[in-house]
């Protein structure tokens, strides 16, 4: 190692080092993803217990209404209506159960897909990653050998050290570029299957509302009857 190949060689691991770090962080953010996918199906799970135990709480008070009043005058002829209302309830919280047994299912699926597509992604990621890599450091050590056979001929060394510079850093950029567009395509690949599942998860959110809203209906339906 020289006064010449010294900023050299650190050059190029710069360039190796900012490489390494762009990976870093897509990895991350793929893991992030992952996380919150994981999290967001946890609290359509949630949501569904929540709704379930309000249905219930629902029956018990209009069961225990009809055990109020059917010692009393009032409540004659209850019986029937008590027994109708049950079997509402029942079909409601049979239809519940379906509509996010559905629903869990398809995120369910969006998500192993999601995790399918980001494997997939980071072997790809990583395999173009050390080929670059190996293509870098290739580079560097011809780059080396270039410029200490070049040393022992000062003169001509002086003279030819900033075309070699210019070339290096040409290749750099190329390298550099190359990187770049190929992490484009990849990144464009995962952020619109990440639309896909955000849309997918505005969806479901929606039909929950819609389910919600046709829940209270039902009950202040039967409590108005």
């Known amino acids: 190692m020289s006064q010449y190949t010294t900023p050299v060689e650190a050059t190029f691991e710069m360039q190796r080092n900012a490489i390494k770090q762009s990976q870093q962080a897509i990895e991350q953010g793929i893991g992030l993803q992952r996380n919150a996918n994981r999290m967001a199906l946890s609290g359509l799970k949630s949501q569904e217990s929540l709704q379930r135990q309000g249905v219930e709480v629902a029956q018990a008070a209009t069961r225990g209404y009809f055990g109020a009043v059917a ?56 395999t173009t990653l050390e080929d670059l890599l190996d293509a870098h450091e290739d580079y560097q050590e011809r780059t080396v050998e270039a410029i200490e056979e070049t040393e022992d001929n000062a003169e001509e060394f002086v003279e030819r050290f900033e075309a070699q510079l210019d070339e290096q850093a040409e290749r750099a950029a190329e390298l550099q570029e190359e990187f770049e567009a190929r992490m484009e395509g990849q990144l464009e690949q995962a952020e619109q299957f990440q639309e896909e599942l955000h849309a997918q998860t505005e969806q479901f959110q929606a039909e929950l509302e819609a389910q919600a809203e046709e829940f209270e209906a039902r009950i202040d339906e039967q409590a108005s009857a």
């Not at 010692?71 to 209302?85: C, H």
């Not at 409601?92 to 897909?113: I, M, P, Q, T, Y």
């Open 71 to 126: 010692g009393t005058p009032a409540g004659r002829g209850l019986g029937r209506m008590s027994a109708t209302t049950d079997e509402s309830f029942a079909r409601l919280k049979e239809a519940h159960a379906e509509l996010f047994d559905g629903l869990e299912a398809e995120f369910e699926r969006g998500v192993e897909s999601y995790d399918e597509l980001a494997a997939e992604y980071v072997d790809t990621f990583e």
